[in-house]
């Protein structure tokens, strides 16, 4: 009786980590947007450092793969302009998704450079 007492006690307390890393990681998949912050977005401070990361191995001046530059300010409104920079790394249909051949940026990032592009691109 007494043994089994125990082995329901360590049941119970088995049944309850399992229970509680199970809680944990569906948190994370209910609000991945959990600290993402896009408001007053600014091309030096939070959108180049994106692009450095991601696509700048590609698309420096001097790589300028598929014709594409998208190291300077000038260079990148082009893309921003004709939407194929936000329709890339959203990997919407009719564009090339980006970056080529790896898994899509983060979607706090692509938040990010849409609110940026939503405030109008600004140079700041
Ligand atoms: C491994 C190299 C590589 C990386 C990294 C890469 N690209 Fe590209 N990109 C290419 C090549 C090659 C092309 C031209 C062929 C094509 O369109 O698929 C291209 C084309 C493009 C185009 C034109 C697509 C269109 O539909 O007209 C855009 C815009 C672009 N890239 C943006 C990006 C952005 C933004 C990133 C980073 C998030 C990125 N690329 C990362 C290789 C890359």
Not at 23 to 49: A, Q, W
Not at 83 to 102: E, V, W
């Amino acid at each position: 009786m007494k043994v089994h007492r125990i082995t329901s006690k360590l049941f119970i307390l088995a049944a309850l980590a399992v229970l509680s890393s199970c809680y944990y990681d569906s948190e994370e998949d209910l609000y991945p947007e959990l600290g993402c912050s896009t408001d007053d977005m600014s091309y030096v401070n939070d959108i180049l450092p994106i692009i450095d990361q991601n696509c700048m191995v590609c698309h420096s001046a001097s790589a300028n793969f598929g014709g594409v530059t998208l190291e300077g300010y000038d260079a990148l409104k082009i893309w921003v302009d004709n939407g194929r920079f936000l329709g890339s790394i959203r990997r919407d249909p009719g564009f090339s998704p980006m970056p080529q051949g790896q898994p899509q940026i983060l979607q706090c990032n692509i938040e990010k450079i849409e609110s940026w592009i939503n405030d109008g691109a600004p140079n700041n």
